[in-house]
């Protein structure tokens, strides 16, 4: 993974000393809460319905275990809340009623879907603490919120994805290091997301993107960018237009500043929910591409001074250190095979971790793991203080002391040496990571929702906890498939509702949770099709009916499905109407839809 | 070349023109000024950065000012667009914020002042 450099590590420190300067004036008055705000933002602390949350940066999704191992200590020594608020938070929260709920957790991290980790307990006058902790580690939450170019995610097998054109990691990088506290883009007209792949299959959602990127090479070989520009979720879900079939990969930073420079002049800022680039691309289309282009053309005529020389990408290249793995020798290879096929053969569970949560990689003697965040008792991509150091220790063991966050919200072991998978097994299970659940219905998408967030309209984690509870026997998760079941407390969709093959949306009606579901969305996968936003099955649903929906709609599949086909596909054979028939008969306390 | 943090505008006759947010800076005709005034409606309303950069790109060597709603903490990211002077709103504390302007040893990025970015230092 990547070496950070003395510069980087020292910037880092430099930023937390910032951002210490700031919280001190604040908390003396200095520095007034409105004019703090947006800075302790673009440091990833959030000021949420209880206390503040912190979102840590973790560039596209890499890890190494000293970096688990401090947010592990984050989430012992600073996830705290005094015993008065925890109390005061689960009393209000217990008044909500509707639906049975599990209980405000603490001393927890959370693996988010852009591949970052958020704390939901730490106290605003610790923030610097943490800040200067993290940094020790090079890690820090620099653009994880406000309106800015945020972290910058990639696919979770990056670099070592079978299906790989080319490494997106070093391009990551670099981008990252040229958006990292851009002087002019730290005031856009709303928040920024880049997300970029490699890979033939789409694993980072590209197109919901302000920023797509896709790593193509040309007839000739030469590497380039596919780039789409203007996706996004939110009030108006909107994939991403292609506003370049391919730019030679040196233009990249040249071109994203004439993208950025054109939305921070031309971007709504009017209206907080029309300031996304999406809508600015919606509107002015061909014009807005067209300034660009006008943009680009003068950035170039003016030195194209962001050109990336091949000796800096060689460079920042050489920072992803291979780890040192043994090549295996065919015979090892053989035997080693052999040996899982054995152990298979008398172990079903093993089986099916195998075939679910183990996947190919580059090196044929090498595989990936997902490690299962998805279990019953743990809301989805919590892991408590133990359970971080246990990944990392796992890490460390098995994994030449990689992880990755994944967009699905669980850990993802890179460099797995095939003769180790069984007892990475033992150890997975032990630590209860071991769950074959890996892309079916119970590893879903959850947002922190109404038990934490300010903005939540309605709780996302009671919903996800009765589904998982439902859904507890491994032989019908594997009977229905792979499907992708997203849950958002809100419109803000950072639970990417719009793109699950089955998605749910908290609303609220005059004061009372309520929940939208969608059918049909897609992120952009094989499996999902071309990225779109789901259809909406009529009115909202009651909190406690929709377990009893979303079983409904799984009958159905069921039903119609023919062999082997997937949920998704079932759907688009057999249409919308079918299946929102069979949602709407599951109403038993909200009326009927007609 | 370090911003000039004034605490209080004053009319001095030289020869200035205002450029509202919503103008292009690429139009903007700028024979024979001296001064820019650009302002800031809210310090979070960062189109003011973008045209500073431009008209500093396009040659202008005259002063670029910020005006309207200039917080300390903006300051470094308003030298680095291009801007010369800024107009402190009047709370702030401007000595804070000259030190507040040398935080930092380097940054990654090329900007208005320092055109090419770190690696292309490093290289």
Redesign the interface.
């Known amino acids: 993974m990547y070496q950070y450099t003395a ?1 980087d590590s ?2 880092v420190k ?1 930023r937390a ?2 951002y210490r ?2 919280l001190t ?1 604040n908390l003396a008055g ?2 007034a809460d409105d ?1 703090f705000r ?2 302790r933002l673009q440091n990833g602390w959030y000021v949420q319905r209880y206390a503040p949350m912190l979102r840590v940066a973790v560039p596209y999704g890499e890890l190494n275990s000293a970096q688990l191992r401090v947010l592990s200590k984050i989430a012992r020594d600073y996830d705290t809340p005094s015993a008065e608020l925890l109390n005061q938070a689960q009393t209000a929260q217990d008044k909500i009623g509707g639906i049975d709920a599990p209980s405000l957790v603490t001393n927890c991290g959370h693996f988010t879907t852009r591949q970052n980790v958020q704390f939901n307990w730490i106290p605003l006058d610790k923030s610097a603490d943490v800040m200067e902790l993290l940094a020790t580690v090079n890690l820090h939450g620099i653009q994880t919120s406000g ?1 800015c170019i945020r972290n910058i995610t990639s696919d979770e097998r990056a670099g070592i994805a079978v299906d790989e054109e080319v490494d997106p990691r070093p391009y990551a990088e670099v981008l990252r ?12 007209p709303r928040k920024f997301k880049i997300a970029i792949t490699g890979a033939n299959e789409d694993r980072a959602a590209i197109e919901w993107h302000d920023i797509g990127l896709r790593l193509i090479r040309d007839d000739e070989g030469n590497v380039g960018f596919k780039i789409y520009v203007g996706g996004g979720m939110g009030r108006t879900p909107i994939t991403g237009s292609v506003i370049r079939e391919f730019l030679p990969w040196n233009q990249i ?1 040249n071109y994203l500043e004439a993208v950025v ?1 054109v939305y ?2 031309w971007g709504r ?1 009017d209206n907080i929910y029309k300031a996304r680039i999406k809508i600015l691309v919606k509107a002015e289309g061909q014009r807005y591409f067209d300034e660009v282009e006008a943009e680009y053309e ?1 950035i170039l005529e ?2 194209a ?2 050109t ?2 091949q ?2 990408l060689d ?1 920042v290249s050489a920072c992803f250190v291979m780890p040192p793995v043994d090549v295996v020798s065919d015979e090892a290879q053989e035997k080693a095979e052999q040996a899982l096929v054995a152990q298979a053969k008398a172990d079903k569970e093993f089986t099916r971790w195998l075939q679910q949560n183990v996947t190919s990689h580059q090196n044929p003697g090498l595989r990936v793991v997902t490690l299962s965040f998805k279990r019953l008792g743990q809301a989805p991509g919590d892991a408590t203080a133990d359970q971080l150091a246990t990944a990392a220790d796992l890490a460390d063991q098995f994994s030449s002391g990689e992880v990755r966050v994944n967009h699905d919200q669980n850990l993802v072991l890179p460099w797995v040496r095939i003769d180790q998978l069984a007892d990475l097994y033992q150890a997975a299970k032990a630590a209860g990571f071991a769950r074959a659940n890996v892309h079916l219905l119970t590893d879903m998408i959850a947002c922190p929702g109404g038990d934490y967030c300010a903005l939540a309209n309605a709780r996302s984690l009671p919903i996800a906890a009765a589904i998982t509870e439902r859904y507890q026997d491994l032989d019908e998760l594997f009977d229905l498939g792979d499907i992708d079941l997203h849950i958002s407390g809100c419109i803000n969709s950072c639970g990417h509702h719009h793109s699950g093959h089955i998605g749910i949306l908290g609303v609220d009606k005059d004061g009372q949770e309520w929940y939208q579901v969608t059918l049909g969305g897609s992120d952009g996968s094989f499996l999902s099709g071309p990225a779109k936003a789901g259809k909406v099955v009529g009115p909202s649903f009651a909190a406690a009916e929709v377990v009893d929906v979303v079983e409904a709609v799984l009958d159905v599949y069921r039903d119609k499905r023919e062999t082997h086909e997937t949920f998704a596909r079932t759907l688009n054979r057999v249409g919308f109407d079918v299946f929102k028939a069979a949602a709407n008969s599951a109403r038993n306390t909200t009326a009927r839809a007609s | 070349m370090s911003l000039q943090i004034i605490t209080q505008h004053t009319t001095d006759g030289v020869n200035a023109r205002a450029l509202a947010n919503d103008v ?1 800076a ?1 139009t903007l005709d700028l024979e024979g000024l001296e001064r820019i005034d650009l302002n800031f409606p809210k ?5 003011a ?3 500073a ?2 008209l500093r ?1 396009r040659g202008f060597t005259g002063d670029i000012r910020a005006h309207g709603d200039v ?1 300390i ?2 300051l ?6 291009g801007f010369s002077s800024a107009v402190l709103r009047d709370d702030q ?1 401007a000595a ?1 914020g000259e030190k ?1 302007l040398s ?9 208005a002042v320092q ?6 230092q490093a ?1």
């Open positions: 510069f020292e910037f430099a000393a910032q300067d700031q004036r200095k520095l004019d947006p800075l309106n290091q040229w958006s990292t506290l851009h002087p002019e883009f730290a005031y856009l930073i420079r921070n002049g800022r003068r003016s030195g001074h962001h990336i020389p000796v800096e460079r | 292009d690429q310090f979070t309303d960062g189109r950065f973008s045209q950069f431009v790109r917080l903490d903006q470094l990211q308003m030298q680095r667009s504390d804070h507040l935080h930092y040893k380097a940054f990654y990025q090329g900007d055109h090419v970015p770190h690696f292309a290289a």
